[in-house]
T-cell receptor, first 111, second 117 residues
Framework: KNQVEQSPQSLIILEGKNCTLQCNYTVSPFSNLRWYKQDTGRGPVSLTIMTFSENTKSNGRYTATLDADTKQSSLHITASQLSDSASYICVVSASNYQLIWGAGTKLIIKP | SAVISQKPSRDICQRGTSLTIQCQVDSQVTMMFWYRQQPGQSLTLIATANQGSEATYESGFVIDKFPISRPNLTFSTLTVSNMSPEDSSIYLC??????????????FGPGTRLTVL
């Protein structure tokens, strides 16, 4: 069964600190893995997309890694800001239009 | 990137009524997607709206409950019919980039927050 699991479910850190969010998946055939940021009451916004051959991709203070052998991905946030408070969702594409969504990690940044 | 707008942004409706949500994209796209996000949950795909043909529904969603129109390449509507409190959710319209740098990147509208009393 195609599944995407994220951990932790929620996380609270102090402003300026770093954090890492985890995503494990069992999706086949694998096409790409995406990380989205969703602010409360808004639609998700894409942070990164990685294909099978990519093992790291950065977008500003966000760095995503992908280990296709162990079927794991992580999203590392550096020097967190209050505006990073949001849900972060890992999504794996099994084909062009079949997306398997994780439940998300709710991140809260405290001043 | 694609700019997507949705109307209404939010609504409070009575049980048994219907609501039509509009989605407008600033560029022509082949496929548009409708998602539902229940409180505290991640997104669930309702259907894929294809221009010129009937929408393709995911398991658990039916056309009678969620009729979709796709009259052209920039516009789609989703109707939530005969609503019950269980339909209270955020409904999101989405499109996928098909060329160049934004290929496979999915863009989402701001969502429509629906509350059914």
């Amino acid at each position: 069964k195609n599944q995407v699991e994220q951990s932790p479910q929620s996380l609270i850190i102090l402003e300026g600190k770093n954090c890492t969010l985890q995503c494990n998946y069992t999706v086949s055939p694998f096409s790409n893995l995406r990380w989205y940021k969703q602010d409360t009451g808004r639609g998700p916004v894409s942070l990164t997309i990685m294909t099978f051959s990519e093992n790291t991709k950065s977008n500003g203070r966000y760095t995503a890694t992908l280990d296709a052998d162990t079927k794991q991905s992580s999203l590392h946030i550096t020097a967190s800001q209050l505006s990073d408070s949001a849900s972060y969702i890992c999504v794996v594409s099994a084909s062009n239009y079949q997306l398997i969504w994780g439940a998300g990690t709710k991140l809260i940044i405290k001043p | 990137s694609a700019v997507i707008s949705q109307k209404p942004s939010r609504d409070i409706c009575q049980r048994g009524t219907s609501l039509t949500i509009q989605c407008q994209v600033d560029s022509q796209v082949t496929m548009m997607f409708w998602y539902r996000q229940q409180p505290g949950q991640s997104l669930t795909l309702i259907a894929t709206a294809n221009q010129g043909s009937e929408a393709t529904y995911e398991s658990g969603f039916v056309i009678d409950k969620f009729p979709i129109s796709r009259p052209n390449l920039t516009f789609s509507t989703l109707t939530v019919s005969n609503m019950s409190p269980e339909d209270s959710s955020i409904y999101l319209c989405s499109v996928e980039g098909t060329s160049g740098r934004i290929r496979n990147e999915q863009f989402f509208g701001p969502g429509t927050r629906l509350t059914v009393l």
